[in-house]
């Protein structure tokens, strides 16, 4: 079971990379004001690298909510990918059970298995991909196809076991 856990959380996170990138050349392209855009995707990015920092134990590089452009938010992206990567490459079902020690943003001590962290995580993300959409819909831009499913079927098949 906790292999089969390992194998979707591995799938969620390589989708939630393919639909960040694809959403930030989204962003790029909008003609009129994207901040409601940026913001949501800068907020995955910044949510993405504070739960990162409390599973690594270091301070947070960017905060949870940054104002970024769309260049920087690839820039960001692009350094928490890489992070994200290397941890999965780590993971074991053992330690999807070990439990990360940590604040919240209130400054309250939790602790919380890593598994459920990391499924938290990928969740969020496409809660937040959603309303980066409904912004793009709301200053005319073409939404961005960035379901689970429109990647499985063009990637899914080629993933590595974990």
Request: hydrophobic share 45%; aromatic share 6%; charged share 25%.
């Amino acid at each position: 079971m906790a292999h089969d856990l390992l194998r979707h959380l591995a799938s969620l996170r390589a989708h939630g990379e393919w639909a960040d990138t694809k959403l930030v050349v989204a962003a790029q392209q909008v003609t009129g004001d994207a901040t409601a855009v940026r913001r949501e995707l800068a907020h995955v990015r910044g949510a993405q690298e504070v739960w990162l920092s409390r599973i690594e134990g270091r301070a947070a590089t960017i905060p949870v909510w940054p104002a970024y452009s769309a260049v920087e938010i690839e820039r960001a992206g692009a350094v928490i990918d890489e992070r994200m990567r290397r941890l999965f490459d780590t993971l074991t079902p053992e330690s999807l059970a070990q439990e990360i020690a940590y604040s919240n943003l209130q400054g309250l001590l939790f602790r919380t298995e890593l598994g459920e962290i990391l499924l938290h995580l990928l969740m969020h993300g496409q809660y937040h991909r959603g309303k980066a959409n409904v912004a793009l819909r709301d200053v005319g831009a073409a939404t961005v196809g960035v379901d689970y499913i429109a990647w499985h079927r063009e990637f899914g098949s080629s993933l590595r076991e974990v």
